[in-house]
């Protein structure tokens, strides 16, 4: 049984089984925003219908990045704007039938049933420059960071409850991953940016909530890769 785990005043995460992935949700005043849906429809669905049971309303869906465990849930959040990085649209667009073929290899046979049929949406609101959307009186800042731990990322920032959502440019669960499609020169930039701009307690995309600690381990890992022999895996 699922639940929501508080964070913040105001914001809560949802551990979806899949991946242990941090779906994130902010409410305020009867209306909620969900951060990165998860894999499968149907525990999206159970998200959904434990925000309507505590009393809000859906008011928009952010997606952090363009990877399967974050975003192929999207379409059970119907009806709503779906935000994510122009490049992360594209990504999905180009990629996202070979990331759904990837995961069918490692997946047990009721996950996959639901995967293969599950239509990929694409996100239907491209972010290009930070923007504001409000949840009830809440206002989280959506900002663009580009190319890093995938080709088009994208952190939420909610001030009034001093947390970033960081999606995988942040791990507390394992090392840092760079996709195919990421850039360690700009996760860096990225880490930089986090550091200067990011509210004290980050929402990664697996694991428990950390501190800006953590963004310091992360370019230590990338600087010795960089400085190594260049592998990052
Ligand atoms: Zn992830
Ligand atoms: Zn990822």
Not at 150 to 174: C, K, N, R, S, W
Not at 212 to 218: D, K, Y
Request: glycine share 10%; proline share 7%.
């Amino acid at each position: 049984m699922n639940q929501f785990q508080p964070v913040a005043g105001g914001v809560d995460r949802w551990v979806m089984p899949e991946a242990a992935m941090n779906a994130v949700v902010i409410a305020d005043g009867g209306e909620a925003l969900v951060v990165d849906p998860g894999t499968l429809p149907s525990r999206a669905a159970a998200l959904l219908d434990a925000i309507v049971a505590r009393g809000d309303r859906l008011v928009g869906v952010v997606i952090t990045h363009a990877h399967w465990d974050h975003c192929f849930a999207l379409g059970a959040m119907g009806g709503v704007p779906a935000y994510a990085h122009p490049a992360a649209i594209e990504e999905l667009r180009e990629h996202g039938e070979q990331q759904r073929q990837e995961v069918l290899g490692l997946a047990g046979p009721k996950t996959a049933a639901e995967l293969r049929e599950l239509d990929i949406v694409l996100p239907d609101t491209p972010v290009s420059d930070p923007v504001t959307v409000r949840v009830g009186a809440v206002d989280v800042e959506l900002e663009p960071v580009g190319r890093a731990h995938t080709a088009g990322d994208l952190v939420v920032h909610v001030p009034a409850a001093a947390v970033t959502i960081t999606g995988d440019l942040v791990e507390t669960a394992d090392d840092p991953q760079v996709a195919e499609s990421g850039d360690v020169a700009g996760w860096l930039a990225a880490l930089d940016r986090l550091a200067s701009r990011a509210q004290p307690l980050l929402v990664p995309g697996h694991g428990d909530p950390c501190g800006h600690e953590r963004l310091a381990s992360h370019t230590a890992f990338f600087t010795h890769a960089v400085a190594g022999d260049g592998e990052t895996g």
